[in-house]
């Protein structure tokens, strides 16, 4: 189930909830569709899109939810392998963590054809 993220307008604590599928997500969480029932009545927390988040090494990521640029780990290579030339081979801008930067759907298609991978989810 993903997770997504909101941050409440009255204290602007980030909470984290899960939803079975994208549907389900309101744009506004409240006391009615609050899953954990943990919002109280008149209190509002809305989602947040974009945002930055520590990941399990401290770091802080960029957390993107449907939104292009993306980086993708399924493409990463070891920061140590990262240079000119395999960001030229590729083509693609790839970031300290050695995720490629993908632009768009079109720029993600065009890289997974040179980089010879399948994405079983209709990128050929």
Same mark, same amino acid.
């Given at each position: 189930?993903p $997770?997504?993220?909101f *941050?409440? %307008?009255?204290? !602007? ?8 599928? #994208? ?25 947040? $899109?974009?945002?930055? *988040?520590? %990941?399990?090494? !401290? ?8 939104? #292009? ?28 963590d ?16 040179r ?10």
């Amino acid at each position: 189930m993903p $997770l997504y993220e909101f *941050r409440r %307008d009255d204290t !602007g604590e980030v909470i984290e909830r899960f939803f079975k599928t #994208w549907r389900n997500v309101p744009r506004v969480l409240t006391s009615r569709n609050d899953p954990k029932k943990e919002l109280t009545r008149g209190v509002r927390a809305t989602r947040i $899109l974009s945002g930055t *988040r520590k %990941d399990r090494y !401290g770091r802080g990521r960029q957390v993107l939810y449907g939104k #292009w640029p993306i980086h993708s780990q399924a493409l990463a290579y070891h920061p140590s392998q990262v240079n000119r030339k395999l960001k030229e081979h590729i083509g693609a801008d790839i970031d300290a963590d050695g995720c490629p930067i993908l632009e768009n759907p079109q720029h993600r298609r065009k890289v997974l054809r040179r980089v010879g991978a399948v994405d079983r989810s209709g990128f050929d």
